[in-house]
């Protein structure tokens, strides 16, 4: 009897520190995906397999992300963008038919917006082989942060262990990426008058740095910026490390700051 009370007292003292219950509470520790990694690469694999085996088709997307902008045209909403850029295509459209390309490109783009949409986010949209996502930061940014960046890790981790195999069986080469995510403000706009046909976007300060990150990063590189870095969890920080920019190849400056703005890489 006195063990257990002591057991009890132990387990008490461990979870009523109030600093580490909002931190927890607050940054949200890091959990695996309701997906698990080993489905999600078969699934993977099945999918891509049925592509270049059988010509198989991609059921169409529920396009999630056009009913919420045209809910949202003009507001402007905080928000986390992720830019997913494949590496090497252009060699590739040089050396492999333009149908297999077509299928190769189509199955990665929408491999990358199943994993978006897994990690809560949205798929804005494929921009020739680029997939743009965002995640909504209005009611906690730090949720928002870590799916993006654990967005981010699946996605390294679809296509090293789900795709690639599946591409080596027909001596296709591997594919890699260059990922990009910040966080920030963006606007949503609309090209017309027509509200449930004239295009909508987004536009901001977010979308065009994030672009800017993914361009800098090498292939299969994470690479965040500081406002996304400062919402993560700090157990995820410690996988981050701050790059050092050499002559001058990076300009951008904080918005808040004035100061070049940080950029972290993933080391895992």
């Known amino acids: 009897m006195a063990d257990d009370n002591t057991s009890n007292s132990n387990s008490k003292n461990e979870n009523s520190d109030p600093k580490n219950t909002v931190v927890d509470m607050l940054l949200s520790k890091n959990t695996e995906n309701t997906l698990d990694s080993e489905t999600m690469i078969l699934e993977t694999q099945k999918r891509v397999w049925g592509a270049l085996k059988k010509g198989y088709e991609y059921t169409g997307m529920i396009d999630e992300s056009e009913k919420f902008l045209r809910k949202n045209v003009f507001s402007k909403i905080d928000m986390v963008v992720l830019y997913v850029d ?26 990358m917006a199943a994993v978006i949409r897994q ?26 942060a870590d799916n993006a960046v654990n967005c981010a890790k699946s996605m390294i981790t679809v296509i090293q262990k789900g795709i690639n195999p599946i591409l080596n069986q027909y001596d296709y080469p591997d594919l890699m990426v260059k990922i990009g995510v910040d966080f920030g403000q963006n606007i949503v706009v609309r090209y017309g008058a027509d509200q449930e046909n004239s295009h909508v976007d987004l536009m901001g300060p977010a979308m065009n740095i994030a672009a800017k990150i993914q361009n800098m990063a090498k292939p299969n590189q994470i690479l965040i910026g500081n406002d996304v870095y400062e919402k993560i969890h700090p157990k995820s920080q410690k996988t981050f490390s701050q790059i050092v920019w050499q002559n001058n190849e990076w300009k951008y400056r904080s918005r808040l700051t004035g100061e070049i703005y940080k950029v972290y890489e993933y080391k895992g």
């Open 86 to 111: 494949l590496v090497g295509s252009t060699t590739m459209t040089l050396e492999m038919p333009e149908e297999k390309i077509a299928i190769i490109v189509s199955s990665f783009s929408q491999e």
């Open 119 to 144: 990690h809560h986010g949205y798929v804005l949209k494929f921009v020739g082989d680029a997939v743009i996502g965002y995640f909504i930061a209005e009611n906690n940014a730090l949720f928002a």
